[in-house]
């Protein structure tokens, strides 16, 4: 069982900053997909970036287009903690951000992951992110 706990969110005003990170347990394996998805109440989830940490292709990543250029995920192995750098936020980036992972086994995962067209297995409580203008 993986356990995820996302901390780092918070309020900003419109062109700020945040990262969001989440620390990862439980793992049985390292070839896992990492990735951050958002959800407004009563929205569709979106998904926003996704990382591959194996051996073989680790560190390739996927954004959703909606956040390309300006936000950066990342990964720390030895921390086992999967970060999301966000900058000039805007107030359509605020939701409740959920960190999520799946034992994908590979990079082909990354954007069907983002898009939704596939699911994570296993995902945080989540934390806020409020953006005001």
């Known amino acids: 069982q993986v356990e995820l706990v996302e901390s780092g969110g918070g309020a900003v005003q419109t062109g700020g900053s945040l990262r969001l990170s989440c620390e990862a347990s439980?793992?049985?394996?390292?070839?896992?997909?990492m990735g951050w998805f958002r959800q407004v109440p009563g929205n569709e989830r979106e998904g926003v970036a996704a990382?591959?940490?194996?051996?073989?292709?680790?560190?390739?990543?996927y954004y959703a287009d909606s956040v390309k250029g300006r936000f950066t995920i990342s990964h720390d192995n030895a921390k086992n903690t999967v970060y999301l750098q966000m900058n000039s936020l805007k107030t359509e980036d605020a939701a409740v951000y959920y960190c999520?992972?799946?034992?994908?086994?590979?990079?082909?995962?990354?954007?069907?992951?983002?898009?939704?067209?596939?699911?994570?297995?296993?995902r945080g409580q989540g934390t806020q992110v409020t953006v005001s203008s």
């Open positions: 990382i591959y940490t194996g051996d073989t292709g680790g560190g390739s990543t």
């Open positions: 439980g793992y049985a394996g390292r070839s896992h997909c």
């Open positions: 999520a992972a799946d034992p994908c086994g590979g990079t082909w995962a990354l954007g069907p992951l983002v898009k939704r067209e596939y699911e994570y297995e296993f």
